[in-house]
């Protein structure tokens, strides 16, 4: 089994490169099917789910090739709408395809997606979307059959700013006829950036980051070239580490605009971040000053992805730092990996309390999920002596280069094929 080997104790010191953003790239991708055209995605990170939505499109008949950093998509020659449970189950963004298919041939045959065990992760909210737009969607099991008679303009309003169903909405509705506004809708940066992609192809949209979205549907579509985000997610988990650690290390390519949330945390516990012409620098020594309470929320609050990475970096904090989870109702499994290193943390539900200690050793310990995997590394990086973090293949799903892009910091850092 694969294990990240760390030995930890040390401060980071060194220059970290960011890549372009998981939960940026894949909607991106799945926005491909929507034209008969080829798309150049530059800034298109390594990472496992990136191949999984390469092998999607292979099997929906789009041609894609590698070059470098940039992923060129043909969707010229989509010859089927229906993905196998395989591809699906193997990350949540997968959903995604249900709009996009829609958009173009005007069915999809899909099974529910995979993804990170965070809670149920109902499909809901996208099926209800899709009605909403006049498709006739079903989920029978765990099969979900689509058919848009003639998908119409619409108001409507999503019960929750789910960011999946944001996205799903924004891809059908250029296969509708008409005006489709979308109130409730996700604000994340990642909506922002899908937006400006779909303008790039030709789509008239508007209004993305703010909770009233705006699509024109029906535009001609064309191929274009479009450069991806940077991850505000790895951007935190880096920042997270070298706040846990100490020391000053930079941060190419990131970016600050995405991140006041996470920022702001970190700057109440001490560290100064500052942006400079290419990236963001952290600076952190000595013990963190606990932030205060920090409870996740919708964009622009703090973002769920980043509370277990934040979590590891306060574990030996000056004091008491309580946690909030607001938007899944299972995302506290690194809690009992993280005791493992000696931190003290007590759990209420979705409420965790972490006291800060003086010294974490370092421990055997197994990632259950993409940030979970994330915050033991961050943890693993502050405790003394060697700790072994299994579950490479959840870390994988999200971060290129990981232990390469940690030794440029100076951390010892080695991925084990045992
Ligand atoms: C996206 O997941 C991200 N994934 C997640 O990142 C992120 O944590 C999440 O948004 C919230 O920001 C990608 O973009 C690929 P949601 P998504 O729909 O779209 C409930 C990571 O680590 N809900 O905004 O699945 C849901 O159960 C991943 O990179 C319904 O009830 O998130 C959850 O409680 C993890 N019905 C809440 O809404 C639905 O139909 C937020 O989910 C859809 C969602």
Redesign the pocket.
């Known amino acids: 089994m694969e294990a990240y080997l760390i030995d930890g104790g040390r401060p980071l010191d060194g220059v970290m490169e960011i890549h372009g953003a998981?939960?940026s790239v894949?909607?991106i991708m799945a926005a491909c099917v929507c034209c008969a055209g080829t798309c150049e995605i530059r800034n298109c990170p390594r990472i496992s789910d990136v191949e999984t939505a390469v092998a999607i499109l292979r099997h929906l008949g789009c041609r894609v090739e590698r070059r470098g950093g940039t992923l060129a998509v043909d969707a010229a020659g989509l010859a089927r709408c229906d993905i196998p449970a395989k591809l699906m189950r193997d990350?949540?963004?997968s959903i995604l395809f249900l709009g996009a298919l829609l958009a173009r041939c005007g069915r999809a045959d899909l099974v529910l997606p995979g993804?990170?065990a965070?809670?149920?992760?109902?499909?809901?909210?996208?099926?209800q979307a899709m009605g909403r737009l006049g498709a006739r969607a079903e989920q029978a099991g765990d099969r979900i059959t689509c058919r848009a008679g003639a998908l119409r303009g619409q108001e409507f309003t999503l019960r929750?700013?789910?960011?999946?169903?944001t996205?799903n909405a924004m891809l059908a509705a250029l296969g509708c006829r008409g005006t489709v506004v979308l109130r409730n809708a996700?604000r994340?940066p990642?909506i922002v950036d899908l937006a400006q992609f779909l303008r790039v192809l030709g789509a008239q949209v508007s209004g993305e980051g703010t909770d009233r979205l705006t699509v024109q549907g029906g535009a001609p579509l064309h191929g274009a070239a479009y450069t991806v985000m940077p991850d505000r997610?790895e951007t935190a988990t880096y920042l997270c580490a070298a706040a846990g650690c100490g020391g000053d290390v930079f941060l190419a390519g990131a970016e600050r605009r995405s991140l006041e949330a996470v920022i702001s945390v970190l700057g109440r516990s001490g560290c100064q971040i500052t942006e400079e012409a290419s990236g963001l620098r952290i600076q952190a020594s000595g013990r963190l000053t606990p932030p205060g309470s920090v409870a996740t929320a919708?964009?622009p609050g703090f973002?769920?992805?980043a509370q277990a990475p934040v979590m590891a970096a306060m574990l030996r904090a000056a004091g008491t730092t309580g946690f909030t989870e607001t938007?899944?109702?299972n995302r506290m499994r690194h809690v009992p990996q993280l005791r493992r290193l000696g931190a003290d943390i007590t759990l209420y539900g979705r409420r965790a309390v972490v006291r800060g200690v003086g010294t974490l050793r370092g421990a055997d310990m197994e990632a259950t999920?993409?940030?979970c995997g994330a915050a033991l590394i961050v943890a693993a990086l502050q405790a003394e002596g060697e700790s072994r973090v299994t579950g490479v293949p959840y870390i994988r799903r999200?971060y290129e280069a990981l232990a390469e892009n940690l030794r440029n910091a100076g951390a010892a850092v080695t991925l084990q094929n045992e």
């Open positions: 998981k939960n894949l909607p990350m949540r963004s993804g990170c965070l809670g149920a992760r109902p499909v809901d909210l996208h099926l929750f700013p789910s960011v999946g169903a996205e996700a994340e990642e997610i919708p964009h973002p769920t992805d938007i899944f109702e999920d993409l940030r999200g």
